[in-house]
């Protein structure tokens, strides 16, 4: 809190000139204020009740001369906000970009996502919430003011009624302010959490499906959002309790005032002065009250949190807080893990591949889509290398997602061993195939974490087999600090798929799915992560987009959009066009 009181003064304070105008116009905006009660009392006094009904009215019309010229000092105090407001938001904005450029620069870390966010939304809030906030102090401020003020002129025995309740109303809510800040920055943390959990998991959706962590992942998720579900009840609980100082403060004062009205006429007090407070309490007390109790707990709020976040984060994170940031989002990815039973069934899938069938499939993206695939049949015997090639967006990934329960046919069924793949529970799925995206899904944490997700640790000789097997082994160093942890943001493309092709190298389901799963490496680098899959024991479906790949295994699928064809490297450069034209064989005297 400290940092925030620091930065709000020194706002204020940077600013003499508008500082002194606001509050030399709070000071006139007030004068009705402070009328009031006078006014009543002396018209009630001296006018109504002695029979002088002009003399009464005489004694309103300061009232009505007084409204006009607080209007003109409310838009006066209005300018002179926006004067302390605005250039304040400015050193925001320079802060949180500088903050953002220097994190990036000096950890090398991808760009700063996070600080969009807080350059657009937490900016602006914190700059209507600091003018709200200024608008109100300083309105209940010079409002009660005028209103002890004005009491005091018509009685000094008024105050003991009003004055020890309003302190009092005002001390409790002081507490209850120190609990829903810390309430409220809680949630502002659970709000971050859920968006990059969500994020993340988003991110890794594929991955998670293909691996039957859904439900793992939902809870993970569940966590995050029922912190941010306590937070937030919480938050309304203070809320109820705000309402009772409200009552304390301003509403308890005019009931006390009622109750001693005898005694305090026996004082000498008059009934236009007894009228007078409580005009004062009813016009002047309480809306100041509840203006700024209401007003402050939910702008004061709004204003404290966000700007400790910013002043957290204009400045770049020192290296023992970017490693607790790497660890807690280590933590965080690799809760999601399925039990010990979906293992097991992986171990004992590990001996052999598994059939995959295609009957009749058909499928669309959307009911009135072209579909991509339509009317396929496909058959591949347990143990079976197939490469699937063609043109760019003609449904290769397509046919992927559908052999490896990604995606529902609209038309006809996929059976793995005679079994539709609807029919299996993410677990059962999991355990049979493993699929492989394009984009590689590498979190941060170590890198035996990342290889073994999302099942549990790994012997590390099986962990050393599978990263010498795909060739991540020369690049372990590289990606891997001190403490053996991984920052995704700091490894190229190449370098993640090679360790989600490790991690799959290491499940050893028997069906694996590479859908172009090597794009991002060399060819060397490729040729020998998918010939370590080829060397295995399981089925392999390979999405190529090098025709190396179509040439090292049992058949290769031709997808030309009309006539999909089937067979071997050789007998294809024969029987397809398409084929010889992406292996780059132009044969004389064959169409």
């Given at each position: 809190?400290?940092?925030?009181?620091?930065?709000?003064?020194?706002?204020v304070?940077?600013?003499?000139?508008q500082?002194?105008?606001?509050?030399?116009?709070?000071?006139?905006?007030?004068?009705?204020?402070?009328?009031?009660?006078?006014?009543v009392?002396r018209?009630v006094?001296?006018?109504f009740l002695?029979?002088?009904?002009?003399t009464?009215l005489?004694?309103?019309?300061?009232l009505?001369?007084?409204?006009?010229v607080?209007?003109?000092?409310?838009?006066?105090?209005?300018?002179?906000?926006?004067?302390?407001?605005?250039p304040?938001?400015?050193?925001?904005?320079?802060?949180v970009?500088?903050?953002c450029?220097a994190?990036?620069?000096?950890?090398g870390?991808?760009?700063d996502?996070?600080?969009?966010?807080?350059?657009?939304?937490q900016?602006?809030?914190?700059?209507?919430?600091?003018?709200?906030?200024i608008?109100?102090?300083?309105?209940?401020v010079v409002?009660t003011?005028a209103a002890?003020?004005?009491?005091?002129v018509?009685a000094?025995?008024?105050?003991?009624?009003?004055l020890?309740?309003?302190l009092a109303?005002l001390?409790?809510?002081?507490?209850?302010l120190?609990?829903?800040?810390?309430?409220?920055?809680r949630?502002?943390?659970?709000?971050?959490?859920v968006?990059?959990?969500?994020?993340r998991?988003a991110?890794?959706?594929?991955?998670?499906?293909?691996?039957?962590a859904?439900d793992?992942a939902?809870?993970?998720?569940?966590?995050?959002?029922?912190?941010q579900?306590?937070?937030?009840?919480?938050?309304?609980?203070?809320?109820?309790a705000r309402?009772?100082?409200?009552?304390?403060g301003?509403?308890?004062?005019?009931?006390?005032?009622?109750?001693?009205?005898?005694?305090?006429?026996?004082?000498g007090?008059?009934a236009?002065?007894?009228?007078?407070?409580?005009?004062?309490?009813?016009?002047?007390?309480?809306?100041?009250?509840?203006t700024?109790?209401?007003?402050?707990?939910?702008?004061?709020?709004?204003?404290i949190v966000?700007?400790?976040?910013?002043?957290?984060?204009?400045?770049p994170?020192p290296?023992?807080?970017?490693?607790?940031?790497?660890?807690?989002?280590?933590?965080?990815?690799t809760?999601?893990?399925?039990?010990?039973?979906?293992e097991s069934?992986?171990?004992g899938?590990r001996?052999?591949?598994?059939?995959?069938?295609?009957?009749?499939?058909?499928?669309?993206?959307?009911?009135?889509a072209r579909?991509?695939?339509?009317?396929?049949d496909?058959?591949?015997a347990?143990g079976e290398?197939l490469?699937v090639?063609?043109?760019?967006?003609?449904?290769?990934?397509t046919?992927?997602?559908?052999?490896?329960?990604?995606?529902?046919?609209g038309r006809?069924e996929?059976?793995l061993?005679?079994?539709?793949?609807?029919?299996?529970t993410?677990?059962e799925?999991?355990?049979?195939?493993?699929v492989?995206?394009?984009?590689?899904?590498?979190?941060p944490?170590?890198?035996?974490?990342?290889?073994c997700?999302?099942?549990?640790p790994?012997?590390?000789?099986?962990?050393?087999?599978?990263v010498?097997?795909?060739?991540l082994?020369?690049?372990v160093?590289?990606?891997?600090?001190?403490?053996?942890?991984?920052?995704?943001?700091?490894m190229?493309?190449?370098?993640?798929q090679?360790?989600?092709?490790?991690?799959?190298h290491?499940?050893?389901?028997?069906?694996?799915?590479?859908d172009?799963a090597?794009?991002h490496?060399?060819?060397?680098?490729?040729?020998r992560?998918?010939?370590?899959?080829?060397?295995?024991?399981?089925?392999l479906?390979?999405?190529a987009?090098?025709?190396?790949?179509?040439?090292?295994t049992?058949?290769?699928?031709?997808?030309d959009?009309?006539r999909?064809?089937c067979?071997t490297?050789?007998?294809?450069l024969?029987?397809?066009?398409?084929?010889r034209?992406?292996?780059?064989?132009?044969?004389?005297?064959?169409?």
């Amino acid at each position: 809190m400290s940092g925030v009181r620091a930065a709000l003064v020194g706002a204020v304070r940077r600013r003499p000139g508008q500082l002194a105008g606001l509050v030399g116009w709070s000071l006139v905006e007030a004068v009705p204020a402070l009328l009031w009660g006078q006014a009543v009392a002396r018209a009630v006094d001296d006018g109504f009740l002695a029979g002088r009904i002009g003399t009464g009215l005489l004694w309103l019309v300061p009232l009505a001369v007084a409204t006009p010229v607080s209007a003109l000092a409310a838009r006066n105090v209005l300018l002179r906000v926006a004067g302390i407001v605005e250039p304040f938001r400015d050193e925001l904005v320079g802060g949180v970009v500088e903050g953002c450029v220097a994190r990036s620069v000096r950890f090398g870390a991808a760009p700063d996502e996070a600080g969009v966010a807080r350059l657009t939304r937490q900016v602006e809030m914190v700059r209507d919430s600091l003018a709200g906030v200024i608008m109100v102090t300083r309105g209940f401020v010079v409002q009660t003011g005028a209103a002890l003020a004005g009491l005091a002129v018509l009685a000094p025995e008024l105050l003991i009624f009003v004055l020890p309740p309003l302190l009092a109303g005002l001390g409790a809510y002081g507490l209850l302010l120190v609990a829903m800040a810390r309430v409220q920055h809680r949630a502002v943390l659970a709000e971050e959490r859920v968006a990059d959990t969500t994020a993340r998991l988003a991110g890794a959706l594929r991955d998670i499906a293909g691996c039957g962590a859904r439900d793992r992942a939902e809870a993970e998720a569940g966590v995050r959002i029922a912190e941010q579900a306590r937070a937030g009840r919480t938050l309304a609980w203070l809320a109820g309790a705000r309402t009772l100082c409200v009552a304390v403060g301003g509403w308890l004062p005019l009931g006390l005032l009622l109750v001693a009205a005898p005694w305090l006429r026996g004082r000498g007090v008059s009934a236009g002065a007894l009228l007078g407070a409580v005009t004062y309490v009813l016009q002047v007390l309480v809306p100041a009250v509840e203006t700024l109790m209401q007003g402050f707990g939910a702008t004061g709020m709004r204003l404290i949190v966000p700007l400790r976040r910013l002043l957290q984060t204009t400045e770049p994170l020192p290296p023992s807080a970017e490693s607790e940031r790497r660890e807690e989002g280590r933590r965080g990815a690799t809760a999601g893990r399925p039990s010990a039973e979906s293992e097991s069934g992986r171990d004992g899938g590990r001996r052999g591949g598994v059939g995959v069938r295609l009957r009749g499939v058909s499928f669309g993206y959307g009911g009135a889509a072209r579909a991509v695939v339509e009317g396929f049949d496909l058959e591949l015997a347990p143990g079976e290398r197939l490469a699937v090639v063609g043109p760019s967006g003609i449904g290769k990934s397509t046919l992927a997602a559908l052999i490896a329960g990604m995606l529902t046919p609209g038309r006809g069924e996929v059976l793995l061993d005679g079994e539709p793949v609807s029919a299996l529970t993410p677990a059962e799925l999991a355990a049979r195939r493993v699929v492989l995206p394009q984009e590689a899904y590498v979190f941060p944490g170590t890198l035996a974490e990342n290889l073994c997700w999302p099942g549990p640790p790994r012997p590390r000789r099986e962990l050393l087999a599978a990263v010498a097997a795909v060739g991540l082994a020369p690049h372990v160093d590289g990606i891997t600090d001190a403490d053996g942890l991984i920052a995704p943001e700091e490894m190229s493309a190449g370098q993640r798929q090679l360790v989600a092709l490790a991690r799959a190298h290491l499940a050893g389901a028997p069906l694996t799915v590479l859908d172009e799963a090597t794009c991002h490496l060399d060819p060397a680098a490729a040729d020998r992560a998918e010939m370590a899959f080829a060397a295995r024991t399981g089925t392999l479906v390979i999405v190529a987009h090098r025709l190396g790949s179509a040439a090292r295994t049992d058949r290769v699928l031709v997808m030309d959009g009309s006539r999909p064809l089937c067979g071997t490297h050789d007998t294809l450069l024969i029987e397809s066009s398409l084929y010889r034209a992406l292996s780059g064989h132009h044969t004389a005297g064959v169409g």
